[in-house]
């Protein structure tokens, strides 16, 4: 089958196109933007590459075009496949028609965690010797790649809610037909497709009716907005984890996460040593349990293999250290996620620590002033805080002027990276969050710190 991908380069339709070439298909694709490191990886792969979106790009002998959500009507080549009547598919659809049919798909959603947790269960799946398939939308560092076919029969799936293309409105996990189904939390985010809370929901319950009775959902015992989505109707055995009600539950030994006793139903099954630090990662690690646990991969050797199990890029990930300053890479964008993976951290490096947070409102739902009122709640383990001006105007000023440590804005990275650098010392952990490349901001930060730290000499 040959196959051209409209939106390629991003991390779910890049996935796809890997799977698409692991399978046996001829596989092209197109994107606003192709550059390192996604255009080398897709390369490497055999994969045709092409910049822009004009209409040439599609052979007229291709079988299907897979359509990103990012591509809109008014788009060339969109129009054109429109026009000569191409056969044209979601990424999602065609993932569940061509992929997924007859494999027991393991699929982690909610608004936080995914990533991690699907990469967890990918793990505790592959150190039982099963070869998982898998798509996640970030690079696990056990593996390297994100997508792989992997053999018959689990399939671990990032099961997103946003939606699946301009022509198909519906969650991109109501494609995938889970048999286990993990549901870490639900919030409002994706502001820019979801009027409110309730709309989201809604979706969740659609997700929850395509889950047999033979499979499981293993959902947060303590999320609120999880048990309304329940009560609307569930016909799958359920279990819980997290909080103090959980039937999978964690006993911390280090206050930081790094290390904590799993119980199951009250009962002691093992201890982790781990890299990751964080409550919200060490309850990840009891939903990928749970899952596991479902897919036949026994208590003993799951807890075993978390213990190596090293995070997915992005997350927390240190990027330099400089003079004593380390600076640190992570995804959060959403206020819950902010608080989490600063809570963690600090729980790490203690309280006489510095920890700086640098905030930039990438998402449509942080840039539109969405979760204003909840920003300074979720930024107070941090020391100081730094925030790029987000373009629209929702009086970020003000909001930062009511925090009691110091608050900087800036409207630009050269300018952040220029202030800030003189600001840190020693010992600094300097933490920046944003679900986009920022600007560049590790690197110009980093080389601000080094010139500062010469001309001091």
């Excluded at 001006?389 to 300018?415: H, K």
């Amino acid at each position: 089958m040959r196959i051209h991908i409209l939106g390629i380069c991003g991390t779910f339709m890049a996935g796809i196109a890997v799977l698409a070439k692991q399978a046996g298909h001829e596989v092209s694709g197109s994107d606003q933007n192709v550059y390192p490191p996604m255009s080398t990886q897709l390369e490497s792969q055999g994969i045709t590459l092409l910049n822009g979106y004009d209409s040439a790009h599609i052979d007229a002998a291709v079988d299907y075009v897979i359509v990103g959500n990012v591509i809109r009507r008014g788009n060339p080549a969109m129009e054109y496949v429109l026009e000569c009547n191409i056969p044209y598919i979601s990424g999602p659809q065609w993932l569940a028609e061509h992929l997924l049919k007859n494999r027991w798909v393991l699929a982690v959603s909610g608004t936080h965690g995914k990533t991690t947790t699907s990469s967890m269960l990918t793990w505790l799946l592959e150190a039982s010797g099963l070869n998982p398939g898998f798509l996640i939308g970030g690079v696990p560092e056990n593996f390297g790649v994100s997508a792989r076919i992997g053999q018959d029969p689990f399939f671990v799936i990032e099961a997103d809610e946003y939606d699946s293309a301009f022509f198909d409105k519906r969650s991109k996990f109501i494609h995938y037909r889970p048999k286990t189904l993990i549901l870490n939390n639900l919030e409002f985010d994706h502001a820019d497709i979801f009027p409110d809370l309730e709309a989201i929901k809604q979706q969740f319950h659609y997700l929850i009716r395509t889950v047999p009775g033979n499979g499981r959902i293993v959902y947060h015992a303590e999320d609120s907005n999880l048990a309304e989505v329940l009560q609307k109707g569930c016909w799958t055995p359920l279990v819980t984890f997290g909080g103090t009600n959980g039937q999978w539950q964690a006993r911390l030994i280090t206050a930081d996460g790094s290390c904590f006793e799993v119980l199951q139903n009250q009962i002691p099954v093992g201890r982790v040593t781990w890299n990751l630090v964080g409550r919200h990662n060490v309850e990840n690690a009891l939903a990928a349990l749970a899952a596991a646990e479902h897919a036949g991969v026994s208590t003993a050797c799951a807890i075993e293999a978390l213990s190596a199990f090293q995070n997915v890029k992005r997350r927390l990930e240190v990027k330099g250290q400089v003079n004593g300053i380390t600076l640190y890479d992570d995804f959060a964008h959403h206020p819950t996620a902010i608080a989490t993976t600063l809570a963690g951290l600090r729980a790490k490096i203690g309280k006489q620590a510095r920890m700086i947070a640098i905030l930039e409102f990438g998402s449509y739902t942080m840039r539109s002033g969405v979760h204003k009122e909840t920003i300074k709640d979720s930024l107070n383990d941090a020391d100081i805080v730094v925030c790029k001006r987000p373009e629209a105007d929702w009086d970020l000023a003000n909001i930062l002027s009511q925090f009691t440590q110091p608050a900087m804005l800036f409207d630009n990275v050269e300018s952040l990276a220029e202030h800030l650098a003189p600001e840190l010392k020693s010992g600094d952990h300097v933490v920046v969050m944003s679900n986009s490349g920022f600007g560049g901001v590790h690197q110009k930060l980093l080389k601000a710190i080094e010139t500062i730290n010469v001309k001091s000499r």
